[in-house]
T-cell receptor
């Protein structure tokens, strides 16, 4: 158990819908990373938040957005869903500010878009 | 942009034998980190081993060791005395501080099967 929790574990929805994935980082970790794992694209970095502010953006679609709240949990919002958005979405956390620390991964949320 | 290449989509090894998984990367950065992550059927991402680029000594964690060749931009993983529990996808990953973020760039993965 990494200490990172993600809810829900599974999500099934229809095209055009909007969903919210939630991540609670390890206690004390200020940084949250979101990754997408799909058959087509492999594992890709989406976005990072550090202490409530966006730190870095990767291959995140405009239909996707994220935020980190004062209690440090983070949410990834996916809208106008398409079949290709079906994937496993991971959240990872670490204490990192300006030096490297290991990222601890949550169990992931499996999203299926029908 | 950083890229990570794993040229072996699938590999198999007999239990108790040794196997080496290959990884090459491309970067213009000098200070960076390299990792091998394991993803068993449970889908959990588990860090196996990491290497800091400024360290010449190859990292070792129990049965897992790496061969880090910085000039060749190569980072292979050796698993000794393979066990059934080593059956998993293995991902090579790269991180460096770009604008204060250490996001991971992953390779496509190698599916390792350990055969009894």
């Amino acid at each position: 158990d990494s200490g990172v929790t993600q809810t829900p574990k599974h999500l099934i929805t229809a095209t055009g819908q909007r969903v919210t994935l939630r991540c609670s980082p390890r206690s004390g970790d200020l940084s949250v990373y979101w990754y997408q794992q799909s058959l087509d694209q492999g594992l890709q970095f989406l976005i990072q938040y550090y202490n409530g502010e966006e730190r870095a953006k990767g291959n995140i679609l405009e239909r996707f957005s994220a935020q980190q709240f004062p209690d440090l949990h983070s949410e990834l919002n996916l809208s106008s869903l398409e079949l290709g958005d079906s994937a496993l979405y991971f959240c990872a956390s670490n204490p990192a500010g300006f030096s490297y620390n290991e990222q601890f991964f949550g169990p992931g949320t499996r999203l299926t878009v029908l | 942009a950083q890229t990570v290449t794993q040229s072996q989509p699938e590999m198999s090894v007999q239990e108790a034998e040794t196997v080496t998984l290959s990884c090459t990367y491309d970067t213009s950065e000098n200070n960076y980190y390299l990792f091998w992550y394991k993803q068993p059927p449970s889908r959990q991402m588990i860090l196996v081993i990491r290497q800091e680029a400024y360290k010449q000594q190859n990292a070792t964690e129990n049965r897992f060791s790496v061969n880090f060749q910085k000039a060749a931009k190569s980072f292979s993983l050796k698993i000794s005395d393979s066990q059934l529990g080593d059956t998993a996808m293995y991902f090579c990953a790269f991180a460096y501080s770009g604008a204060g973020s250490y996001q991971l760039t992953f390779g496509k993965g190698t599916k390792l099967s350990v055969i009894p």
